[in-house]
């Protein structure tokens, strides 16, 4: 059972990390300090003022002093932090230029692209004075991007460019994103206008992913396959990079992400292994300081291999630290452990503070280190089977309960079924996790290592259908939830009040907690009724059609042109459903709508390449083949809106009338610009998605 801490004395990281993480804070969103100059100069300020304090102000009763000023330095401590790890605009991104790179991680490979982040430190004829983090993107048809690894030295011509800003409403920020991982360009090589020179690997790194690679290539040769190859590695190794879409949704959908995501489980249970390992070691004191030494070389040899995520980094220090305190026999609080792993991080890269891992992480093992002895305590169960099957739910639902802020406000979707899936994953992960060390460990002898390599995979399999049985249970996960980030606050809040009312006994947290609970239901209700009050025609950002659609009072139907990807459709949709609650919604293709499906509000009319939509007369013309910018006619169509996309020309303008044009993402930059001529002539408005975003009008 974790002990609360009985004064604020036992935890002394949480006094440091608290102001540390405000000044990370403050730094990021609001920007108070704008050169080191300034910071510096408080910085300096503070410490004088807490010297002379500390000298004159003896007294005990002006201990408060030394403290705020001591908080306050923190404080700037994170601030100064935050401003070194946000990426700086200090290099030319106007023309091309000739670039020498070094690739940083290693090469993801996607169906698209092989993207790998690098760091620039030389541009034309001058040595920069600061690395330039960039992510470079290759052709996938350009083999020599194939043989690219980790420490590659690279030239590369080409002209840096910032990603974009949302184009769809709620969508992902992939920018802000990028920004979080200390990257804020991007750049296009070319085949033939970049070239690999050199390596100049970090040793200890490059031992670290030639590991990786080396065990995931041993699981090939053993006949671990396909999408179990693909789990085998993210349990094992931490590379994600072979699942795929399915298998991704599948976990996701269950609840069971965070088995594929290595994090203190993994690292518990292979700490687990190792004390197993070091017990047969002899006791004396000597040893006991050679059993710490290769616990915490195997903890840290483990974190690198798998990419030291920030779920693994605070569960490799929580760990260490509590080998370190049981070898020196100290006694250590497990809030102060995870507050001091949480600082350690946010030395290194405050922006860690932004990653959805980092606060996942941190925010289970918080909610289980307090609320797992309450929860547990509640049932005794003396058969081990069951007290087993208990501890699992009970480990559940504490990690759950402050978690699930986050999970409504980052993914929109709660997956019902938790407890049965970790019920059923945890154990068969964790038998797979020993299988495939074991898989390694005999894989050099070959009957051995053909045994251990079916047995891998058939667990596997089995782990990956037992989990695709429970996705395809009705309403195994809700989906589509508003949840904005005042009730992700609010709910916080409801929850630490309730933690109090655990603590203190008193009722008045209970009905505070409450009262916030009441806040978090009235934000959606006022949201269900806005949403079903309004009606509004959105045109969506997409590169390869159009995409539109008519929400009347909460009732969507969403319009697409035939070769639209599904997987395109749902990243440009998506979104938009969560924000407005949208479960079900009627989708038709423009070119063959299903009329009979559709709502009587919408009326439809397709013929000769082009598609009218009628809502509230108010008219939407689109074209869908090429046949609409041949057709010759005397008659002319006004419409209010025209969607020009792929399929529109200059000539479209002879058939139409409109009072407004939209150009999505798909059209043709010449056919644009003729376009736009003819629209400046006759006076009409025009508005482009590709650089403006989507458009809306409501009625």
Known sequence: ???????????????????????????????????????????????????????????????WVSGLLIYF?????????????????????????NYLARIVDEPSFGEKSVRAKAEIYYQNDTILNRTIKVLIYFSTSDSSSYHLRYGDIIAIAGKLTTFSKPLNPYQFNYKAYMLQQGIAYCIYANTNY????????????????????????????????????????????????????????????VGAMHILAVSGLHVGLIYGLVLIILSLLPNQKLWKFTR?????LALWGYAFITGLSPSVQRATIMFSLFAIGKALKLKTNSY???????????????????HIGFQLSHAAVLSIFFFYPPIYSLVDFKHKIFKYVWTLVSLSLAAQILTLPLTLYYFGQFPILFLVTNIVAIPLATITLYIALGTLLFSFIEPAGIFFGKLLNLLTWFLNQSLQTLEGIPYSCIKSIYFNHWQAIMLTIAIALFAL????????????????LWGVLMLSVINNISISRSSEIVILSSTQGSIFCINEGGTPVMFYTPEIANKAFEFATEGYQRNKCISKMKVSKIDCFAKDDLPEFVSTNNRFGLATIVYRDFLISVPYNDSASHLVTDKILDVDILIANKYTNPSILNLLKPQMVIFDGSIKPWHKKGITSILYEKGISHYDIKHQGYYSTNF
């Not at 404080?75 to 070194?84: H, Q």
């Not at 710490?292 to 915490?296: D, E, G, P, R």
């Not at 009312?501 to 916030?516: D, E, H, T």
């Open 1 to 63: 059972m974790v002990k609360l801490p009985s004064s604020i004395h036992e935890v002394p990281f949480i006094r440091i990390a608290l102001p540390f993480i405000i000044g990370i804070l403050f730094q990021y969103k609001l920007h108070i300090f704008t050169n080191f100059w300034l910071l510096g100069g408080v910085s300096i300020m503070l410490i004088l003022v807490l010297a002379i304090s500390i000298w004159f102000l003896k007294s005990w009763k002006f201990r």
């Open 292 to 296: 710490l030494l290769i616990a915490l």
């Open 194 to 253: 970049w070239e690999k020179i050199g390596n100049n690997a970090n040793p200890v790194f490059r031992l670290a992913y030639d590991i990786r690679n080396k065990a995931i290539e041993t699981f090939r040769t053993v006949g671990v396959a396909n999408q179990e190859l693909a789990v085998v590695s993210a349990l094992l190794l931490g590379n994600k990079s072979l699942l795929n879409d399915e298998t991704r949704q599948v976990y996701s959908t």
């Open 73 to 97: 330095l923190i404080f700037s401590l994170g601030c100064f932090a935050t401003l070194n790890s946000i990426p700086k605009s200090n290099i030319s991104s106007a023309s091309q230029n």
């Open 336 to 354: 102060n452990t995870l507050a001091a792993s949480a600082f350690l991080i946010l030395v290194i890269n405050p922006l860690s503070l932004f």
């Open 501 to 516: 009312l655990l603590v203190l006994k008193n009722r008045r947290y209970l009905i505070a907690s409450v009262v916030f």
